[in-house]
């Protein structure tokens, strides 16, 4: 609609637009092509129609969900990670819940080095809305987790209906989940186990293979070309810090 209405006559104004960094960086990128946006970061965007756009150079923004997801991956295993050419300030709630949750994180403007003591995890409860809130889309790693703190966590799902669809895996697996509507119960167990699981979608595959790397044997995740729509040669990367993945065809 941001891009459509670049080029459209006369004025449009999208309300209850959302607000999540890559919407604004879009809209800033367009501003350079010569689109008219104003309300930038707010959830009111208005757009002058332009007869035509031209040629600019833009740097996308780093993949926010990409840094917070192997940062969990640091964390579930108990190791150490830095992770460079990013942007921590687009993770500011994730990575609070996550520093809450026990995590040790150091930060600079465009990096981060996560490290964690997995028998310091603690329960924390989480509530997921627009950005700049804890996002929807760090809800399924931040469960795989909290599935190994000590306590009760509760995960709390108002952006999308149905987002629990990895829960039933992550039992198959040992967690202890209870879900009560759009609410999430985590009881905290001293082991995962490896086994055979289905991934439903994007952020629930990355869950499913977060558990299985601190899983107490072999996971077989079943459906991972959802994994390939949000994560760039996931398991190379993976297996370039040390983990034992690898990627079979069915």
Same mark, same amino acid.
């Given at each position: 609609?941001?891009?459509?209405?670049?080029? #459209?006559?006369?004025?449009? *104004?999208?309300?209850?637009?959302?607000?999540?960094?890559?919407?604004?960086?879009?809209?800033?990128?367009?501003?350079?092509?010569?689109?008219?946006?104003?309300?930038?970061? @707010?959830? @009111?965007?208005? +757009?002058?129609?332009?007869?035509?756009?031209?040629?600019?150079e833009h740097d996308i923004?780093?993949?926010?969900?990409?840094?917070?997801?192997?940062?969990? #991956?640091?964390?579930?295993?108990?190791?150490?990670?830095?992770?460079?050419n990013t942007q921590p300030?687009?993770?500011?709630?994730?990575?609070? #819940?996550?520093?809450?949750?026990?995590?040790?994180?150091?930060?600079?403007?465009?990096?981060?080095?996560?490290?964690?003591?997995?028998?310091?995890?603690?329960?924390?409860?989480?509530?997921? #809305?627009? &950005?700049?809130?804890?996002?929807?889309?760090?809800?399924?790693?931040?469960?795989?987790?909290?599935?190994?703190? &000590?306590?009760?966590?509760?995960?709390?799902?108002?952006?999308?209906?149905?987002?629990?669809?990895?829960?039933?895996?992550? @039992?198959?697996?040992?967690?202890? +989940?209870?879900?009560?509507?759009?609410?999430?119960?985590?009881?905290?167990?001293?082991?995962?186990?490896?086994?055979?699981?289905?991934? @439903?979608?994007?952020?629930?595959?990355?869950?499913? *293979?977060?558990?299985?790397?601190?899983?107490?044997?072999?996971?077989?995740?079943?459906?991972?070309? &959802?994994?390939?729509?949000?994560?760039?040669?996931?398991?190379?990367?993976?297996?370039?810090?040390?983990?034992? *993945?690898?990627?079979?065809?069915?």
């Amino acid at each position: 609609l941001l891009m459509a209405a670049s080029l #459209a006559d006369g004025t449009t *104004v999208l309300r209850n637009a959302a607000r999540e960094p890559e919407v604004s960086d879009l809209a800033r990128c367009l501003v350079k092509m010569g689109a008219r946006i104003d309300g930038i970061g @707010t959830d @009111t965007l208005t +757009i002058e129609g332009q007869r035509t756009l031209h040629g600019c150079e833009h740097d996308i923004i780093p993949d926010r969900i990409e840094t917070g997801t192997y940062a969990v #991956a640091a964390a579930i295993t108990g190791g150490r990670v830095e992770i460079k050419n990013t942007q921590p300030a687009l993770l500011g709630a994730a990575l609070n #819940a996550m520093r809450d949750a026990g995590v040790t994180i150091e930060t600079t403007e465009d990096s981060l080095i996560v490290s964690c003591d997995r028998s310091a995890l603690k329960g924390i409860d989480i509530t997921t #809305a627009p &950005h700049p809130a804890f996002p929807t889309d760090m809800q399924a790693q931040m469960m795989a987790l909290l599935t190994l703190a &000590h306590g009760a966590s509760v995960i709390s799902e108002t952006i999308f209906e149905n987002r629990f669809m990895h829960v039933p895996e992550l @039992t198959r697996m040992g967690a202890d +989940i209870a879900i009560h509507g759009n609410v999430a119960t985590i009881r905290g167990v001293e082991q995962l186990h490896g086994a055979p699981v289905m991934a @439903t979608d994007l952020r629930a595959s990355g869950s499913l *293979v977060l558990a299985a790397l601190a899983a107490e044997g072999t996971s077989v995740i079943h459906r991972v070309y &959802h994994l390939d729509r949000g994560y760039e040669r996931f398991d190379e990367k993976l297996r370039l810090l040390g983990a034992k *993945v690898e990627r079979v065809k069915e």
